[in-house]
């Protein structure tokens, strides 16, 4: 999807700089939109938008953005690959699996 960091490695020196540019640009894009809205526009709390907002008290919203559209991306894959539906919360995940 293009939304890892890029890694410069020069002998000892290794820097982690902005997001790669690799994979559909369009899907890059609808996915930070999604992000974005998902961090202000919606009103129910998730564990996604309470992961990210966790993230943008310590990192800034820009990194929390990125990284929400990455996780909404690697969430969204496993939903296709399982055939499952998204859960809002974890508890639900947890109680139904204990009985």
């Not at 000892?12 to 790669?20: A, C, T």
């Not at 939903?79 to 009985?99: K, L």
Request: include cysteine.
């Amino acid at each position: 999807m293009g939304l890892t960091p890029v890694l410069n490695q020069s002998g000892e020196v290794s820097r982690v700089g902005h997001v790669s540019l690799r994979g559909d640009a369009m899907m890059r894009t609808l996915l930070y939109e999604a992000a974005q809205s998902m961090m202000t526009r919606v009103v129910k709390w998730c564990w996604l938008k309470a992961w990210a907002m966790n993230i943008a008290k310590r990192h800034g919203r820009k990194k929390a953005n990125i990284a929400l559209a990455r996780r909404l991306a690697v969430v969204m894959h496993r939903m296709w690959v399982d055939g499952s539906e998204f859960r809002w919360t974890r508890e639900e995940h947890i109680s139904t699996a204990a009985a």
